[in-house]
């Protein structure tokens, strides 16, 4: 049998990193505890009226986020408020998934076309390792908007 578990983030800014990643995943914000979201509603304002609800000082409304998978098959990711900014290089890392069973060409552009939205959505590139099998397909290595390092894959 094995274990559940979530990803836990220390970060500057939970929201803004749950939003971030919350676009790249495809996961969703999970309603604030005892609150129906009718499809289109907006979840940030939801958690925004429950914290004015239960009480909490303003400046610890941003303490903590969570994202989860919709299908509730992976992880739930968690992003924990820290004073200090990220130091050093990531010891653990997220590899997403973006061009899984393609070779080549084929899979590398499809990295740069993942690459291309996730640097709209406040990423950065950080290096492209190219293809050299048959240990390693290509991969592009990334940064989120606080620094964590993740790869496309």
Same mark, same amino acid.
């Given at each position: 049998?094995?274990?559940?578990?979530?990803?836990?983030?220390?970060?500057?800014?939970?929201?803004?990193? *749950? $939003?971030?990643?919350?676009?790249?995943? +495809?996961?969703?914000?999970?309603? /604030? /505890? +005892?609150? $129906?979201?009718?499809?289109?509603?907006?979840?940030?304002? *939801?958690?925004? $009226?429950?914290?004015? =609800?239960?009480?909490?000082?303003?400046?610890? =409304?941003?303490?903590?986020?969570?994202?989860?998978?919709?299908? +509730?098959k992976r992880p739930r990711v968690f992003f924990q408020q820290v004073p200090e900014e990220k130091a050093v290089k990531n010891r653990v890392h997220l590899d997403v998934r973006s061009a899984p069973g393609l070779r080549g060409e084929e899979r590398m552009a499809a990295l740069e076309a993942e690459h291309d939205r996730l640097v709209a959505l406040g990423a950065k590139r950080l290096r492209r390792e190219e293809p050299a099998p048959p240990l390693s397909f290509g991969f592009i290595v990334m940064a989120d908007p606080e620094g964590n390092e993740f790869c496309l894959d």
């Open positions: 049998m094995s274990t559940e578990f979530q990803v836990t983030f220390d970060a500057r800014d939970p929201k803004a990193q *749950a $939003e971030f990643w919350r676009q790249v995943l +495809g996961y969703v914000v999970p309603a /604030p /505890p +005892g609150v $129906e979201l009718a499809p289109g509603d907006d979840v940030w304002a *939801a958690w925004e $009226e429950a914290l004015e =609800r239960f009480n909490v000082p303003k400046q610890r =409304r941003n303490a903590q986020s969570a994202i989860e998978d919709p299908e +509730g």
